[in-house]
C-alpha cells in the first residue's frame, strides 16, 4: 500500500465519520482504540500522526462544547434543584420513597393506600366520584333546577353513587352487592332528613328499573345453556308452576284465619307473595355460572328459566282475582290472559332472536357491538312495548327468550356481546335495587300488621322450600341441590315493588266509599313491603353463603385449569431447555472468541 493510497483512505474515514461521530467522547475513544490497535498495516507515520491530530482536534472541541454546556447549567440547575427539594418535603406522600414492605401490616397497608399518585381502591373510589360529579354538573349545565337538591335527577345521581358505595362495602363481608343497594335505597327513603329517595319521580323509577331489568333478562338468556334447558324442559315448567300455586293456596288460607282477610282478597295477596324476583335471582345465577358452581348440573339455566313463567303465573293469578273482586273487564279473558301472554312472549322472542341471526351480517365491522346495540333495543321494544300495549308479562318472557334463541346462533362469537352486557349491567345494577329499596315505605307499614304478616310470610316461605324440591326431586339432583334450589327460589321484590300498590290503588279508584277494601289494600301493601324487606336481603345473602357447600364444582373449570397447568409445565420445560441451549450457545462461542484471539496472537 503506497502513501498517498494510506492518505486518501485516511481521508475518506474521516470524512465519512466527521457527522456522526463528531462532539463525543466515546467517538474520540473509539478512533483511540482504531489508532492504538495498530491497523498495522498502515506503513506510513505521517498519515497516523495526522489521524491522531485530526483526534485531539475533536477532543479541543468537545471541552470547548462541555465547557459552553458547564456554563448553561447554572439557568436550569435552579428549576432542578427546586424540583428536588419540592420532592424531598413531599417524600413522605408518595409511593416511590414508600414502597409497600415485603410482610405489610395493617397499618402500612393503610398508610400505603392514602399516598400518592392515588392507586388501587382509592383511585377507583376517587374516579367514581368525580365521575359522578362531573355527570352532575353536566346535568346541572343542562337542567338547572332538576339537577339540584330536591330535584329529580339530583336524587337519581346521590342514589347511584351511594349505592355503588353501599354495594362495595357489602362485598367486603363475602355478601353480594346487591343487598348493599337494597339497604342504601331504603334509607334514602326513609331516615328522616335525608328523603332523598322521595325527590324520585315514579315514572322515571319505574322506567329506569325496567331498563335495568331488560339488561339483565338479556344477560341471563345469553347464559342459557341449550342442552341443559333441553334436558330440564319438563322440570322448568313444574319449578315454575308448583311452588307458585301451592305458596299462593298456603298464603290465602293463612291470611283469612289470621287476618280475617275475604278468600278473594287472600288469594290476591298470595299471588302477589308467590311471585320470585328475577332481578334478584337471575344475578345470583349468573355468578354461579362464572364460579362454575351447579354447571353441569344445569341448576342456573333451571332457575333462571323457570322464573319468568313464575312471573307470568303470579300476574296472571293476581289479576284474575283483581278482576273478579272489581269485576273489571271480562273475566274470561282475564283467566286466559295468562296462556295468552306466554305464547305471546315465547312467540315474539323467538321471531326477534331468528331476526338477530341475519342482522347486522358477519361482513360488517365491529359486529358485536352492533350486535349489543341491536339486542339492546329489541329487548327495550319488547319490555316497554307491552307494557304500553296491557301485556306486561310477555314482555320480560320475551326478552329472555329472544336472547337465549339470538345467542344459540351466535354460539362463541356471543362472549363479546356477554362482555359488553356484563358493562352496562354494572351501571343498571345501581339503579335496579336502589330503586325498589327506594320504594319501600316504611311509615305504609303498620304496627298491628307486622306481627301476623311476617308470620304469614315464614308459613308460606317454608312451604314453597318444600314444593321446590318436590318439583325438582325428579331431574336427578342430590338432596344438596335440592335444597340450594329452594333456597333460590324465595326472593321476592321486583314483583311486589311493581303491582303491591295495584290493589289499593284500584279500591280507591273504583269503590272510594268502601272502607273496608281500602283498608284491605293497605295491609295488602304493607305485608308485600315486609316480603321485600326480609326475603330480598335473606335470599341473596343465603344462595351466596351456601353455594360453595351445597352445589358441585363443574368438571370443565377442573379440565381448564389442569389444561391450564400442564401447559405451563409444558412451557416452564420449554423455557428452561431453551435456557441450557442458549448456555451451552455461549459457551461455545467464548470458546470459539478464545481460540480466535490466540490464533490472532500467534500470528502478530
Known sequence: MTSSDTEDTVGNIVEQNRDAMSRTDVSASEHTRFIEDGEGEMENSGAIQERSSWVDGVNERNMEEGGSRVR??????????????CEKMFSICLTSYHPLPPAPTWSDRC???????????????????MMAVLGWAALWAITKDDALPGGNLFALTVLLVLCVIGGRLIQRIKLPPLLGMLIVGILLRNVPGIMVGSWIDPVWASSIRLVALTVILIRAGLGLDP?????????????????????ASTLAVVIHFLLDFPWLWGFMLGFVLAAVSPAVVVPSMLWLQEVGLGVDQGIPTLVIASGSVDDVIAITGFAVCLGITFTTGNLVFTIFRGPLELLMGVAGGTLAGIFLWYFPSTDQKG?????????????????FGSRTAGYAGSGALGCLVMAFVAGFRWKMDKEAVEAMMSDLWGVAQPFLFGLIGAEVDVLKIQPQTIGLGVAAIVIGSL??????????????????????????WLPKATVQAAIGSTALDTARELTPQDTTNEKLGIQLLTIAVLVILITAPLGSALISLTARHLLRKSMREDLDRDSAIEMNNIGECAQEDDIELQAHLAEGQEQVSVQGKCDHNESV
Open 72 to 85: 448553561a447549567v447554572p439557568a436550569q440547575g435552579k428549576c432542578v434543584r427546586c424540583a428536588q427539594r
Open 367 to 383: 359486529v358485536p357491538r352492533v350486535r349489543v346495540w341491536m339486542v339492546l333495543g329489541t329487548g327495550l321494544l319488547m319490555t
Open 111 to 129: 398508610m400505603f393506600a392514602v399516598r400518592c399518585p392515588p392507586h388501587g381502591r382509592v383511585a377507583q373510589t376517587l374516579t367514581l366520584v
Open 463 to 488: 312451604v314453597r322450600m318444600v314444593a321446590s324440591g318436590v318439583a325438582v326431586s325428579g331431574a336427578g339432583f342430590t338432596w344438596k341441590e335440592r335444597l340450594f334450589v329452594a333456597i333460590a
Open 227 to 247: 342442552v341443559q334447558l333441553r334436558r330440564l324442559s319438563w322440570t322448568v315448567l313444574l319449578l315454575a308452576f308448583l311452588p307458585c300455586v301451592v305458596e
